[in-house]
């Protein structure tokens, strides 16, 4: 039985559809396949992957990639992390398109004063992405029937 293949779709591929990918890498079963994309390749994050590590999940070994560094790949469903990414970005490929949006740590750690409250923010978003990652098959066998 072929892999559910996901693609995790952000501006940046650097925070939120990152976490996304380590999560799902990490929390899916295994026929489940994750990869993230942006609309450009802002690199990684080193907050998220900060965060991420406390949670025990790497993603420094990830890379940040464009759609266009993905080539042809075809994916089962395509899930937009913010909104801008899901108005703007170029979807050619097959797949179903599901929108869930999340908080984008680094606008909203702008106007924070110390690197513990902007930490809080990239754990919050990180739980938040963690549970929706959970209930990820449970949303795609609903799609799917």
Not at 100 to 109: I, N, S, V, Y
Not at 113 to 136: K, P
């Amino acid at each position: 039985m072929a892999k559910i293949r996901i693609l995790f779709l952000c501006t940046g591929n650097s925070c939120r559809s990152q976490m996304a990918e380590g999560w799902a890498r990490n929390l899916l079963p295994s026929g489940y396949e994750a990869f993230s994309a942006g609309i450009e390749a802002h690199g990684l994050n080193p907050s998220a992957v900060r965060v991420m590590q406390e949670a025990g999940v790497d993603i420094s070994r990830q890379q940040s990639q464009t759609l266009n560094d993905l080539g042809q790949e075809d994916f089962d469903f395509i899930i937009t992390v913010c909104d801008h990414a899901h108005k703007t970005c170029p979807t050619p490929r097959q797949g179903q398109i599901i929108l869930k949006c999340f908080d984008d740590p680094p606008r909203l750690t702008e106007s924070v004063d110390t690197e513990e409250e902007s930490l809080a923010i990239y754990r919050r978003v990180r739980d938040e992405i963690r549970v929706w990652v959970n209930q990820l098959p449970s949303l795609i066998q609903q799609i799917s029937d």
